[in-house]
């Protein structure tokens, strides 16, 4: 579908939603990131002469879909109610022959997304100082959201008979054996690692399942929407701050292992006097090593679903990045 035709199309959802006699879609405009998710920034320009200021995230057309856009749209909506920082969603069409694929609208927020400026930029000096404690305190605020809720019922969870960390290690090992096509021996030494020595199984939380820097819109003075709601759960919430951990979010800031911003210890404080518990910092290490395992088997779907006959150039150069964690994995289990 061409931008034109999408505008098009988007105009009368758009207009049927908000019960106008017609609405024209202005500055449409693809944005960056989501190799899995498109996002497109439009204004809707209303015949009383306001304007909203809106974002469609959709499914790409012919790429295989791991997650429900009806699910993202109720924890994001669940999440706006409680008083977290997203945006607010709007609403969710599932009939692919609306746009030719689920989505659902949400307002925009304006900001910046691009992490390598958040950790570069003098511009975004104050938000680097900032933002180790508001990322702690949406965390907390995250998992303090009641997964057995019955807006949040239809979240995966662990089964009754496994702790959170053996039944997501058991997920990926299953979901990396169906796609790898080339032996990796140091994501098996990594699966055995963690096999060896799962953390205690503790209260069960929502999980947010993809919180990282790159997943935030910050302005000068930090953070201002959490994204990328996709991958929520419930589980372990040390689950999210292994994963913050990742080496691959800090952008070569290597020396802040916290997403390029701060040491451990700092955030683990952060986070302990918005939650009001403490960090089980060995916990935290499991998961960061799973983090890094996950993310090296999600590069490995990337190149099988490109091989698969999905084009597209950041499928293809994400596949390649699989190295990037076969090594740290190497380093962090030998450690």
């Keep these: 579908m061409t931008p034109d035709e999408l505008a098009e199309r988007l105009a009368r959802d758009v207009a049927r939603r908000l019960g106008a006699e017609r609405v024209a879609v202005e500055r449409l405009r693809r944005l960056a990131g989501g190799a899995s998710r498109e996002l497109w920034a439009f204004d809707a320009a209303l015949p009383g002469g306001g304007v909203?200021?809106?974002?469609?995230?959709?499914?790409?057309?012919?790429?295989?879909?791991?997650?429900?856009?009806?699910?993202?749209?109720?924890?994001?909506?669940?999440?706006?109610?409680?008083?977290?920082?997203?945006?607010?969603?709007?609403?969710?069409?599932?009939?692919?022959?609306?746009?030719?694929?689920?989505?659902?609208?949400?307002?925009?927020?304006?900001?910046?997304?691009?992490?390598?400026?958040?950790?570069?930029?003098?511009?975004?000096?104050?938000?680097?100082?900032?933002?180790p404690g508001q990322l702690a305190a949406a965390l907390a605020a995250i998992h303090a959201l009641d997964p057995r809720a019955p807006a949040l019922a239809f979240l995966p969870?662990?089964?009754?008979?496994?702790?959170?960390?053996?039944?997501?290690?058991?997920?990926?090992?299953?979901?990396?054996?169906?796609?790898?096509?080339?032996?990796?021996?140091?994501?098996?030494?990594?699966?055995?690692?963690?096999?060896?020595?799962?953390?205690?199984?503790?209260?069960?939380?929502?999980?947010?399942?993809?919180?990282?820097?790159?997943?935030?819109?910050?302005?000068?003075?930090?953070?201002?929407?959490?994204?990328?709601?996709?991958?929520?759960?419930?589980?372990?919430?040390?689950e999210d701050l292994g994963w913050l951990c990742v080496r691959s979010w800090?952008?070569?800031a290597d020396a802040q292992p916290v997403g390029g911003l701060c040491r451990r210890e700092e955030f683990f404080a952060a986070y302990a006097r918005a939650a009001g518990a403490p960090v089980d910092s060995a916990a935290v290490r499991w998961w960061e090593v799973f983090g890094n395992l996950k993310w090296a088997i999600i590069c490995v779907m990337q190149a099988r679903s490109f091989i698969d006959g999905a084009r597209s150039v950041e499928l293809a150069s994400l596949g390649r990045r699989v190295a990037e964690m076969e090594l740290e994995l190497l380093e962090l289990t030998e450690a």
């Design 157 to 238: 969870r662990p089964p009754a008979d496994a702790t959170p960390a053996a039944a997501e290690l058991a997920r990926h090992e299953q979901l990396y054996r169906a796609v790898t096509l080339d032996p990796h021996p140091a994501l098996e030494l990594a699966l055995r690692w963690l096999a060896a020595a799962p953390p205690a199984p503790r209260a069960e939380t929502l999980v947010h399942g993809d919180f990282r820097i790159g997943n935030v819109i910050f302005g000068p003075e930090g953070l201002r929407a959490v994204l990328d709601w996709e991958l929520a759960h419930a589980g372990d919430p040390m």
């Design 52 to 131: 909203e200021r809106l974002v469609l995230r959709g499914d790409p057309p012919g790429h295989p879909v791991h997650s429900s856009r009806r699910d993202e749209f109720a924890v994001l909506a669940a999440a706006h109610a409680a008083g977290l920082p997203v945006p607010r969603v709007r609403w969710c069409e599932e009939d692919p022959a609306v746009l030719g694929a689920p989505f659902f609208v949400m307002d925009f927020v304006a900001g910046e997304t691009l992490a390598r400026r958040l950790l570069r930029d003098a511009e975004y000096a104050p938000a680097r100082a900032a933002l």
């Design 250 to 252: 800090r952008f070569g």
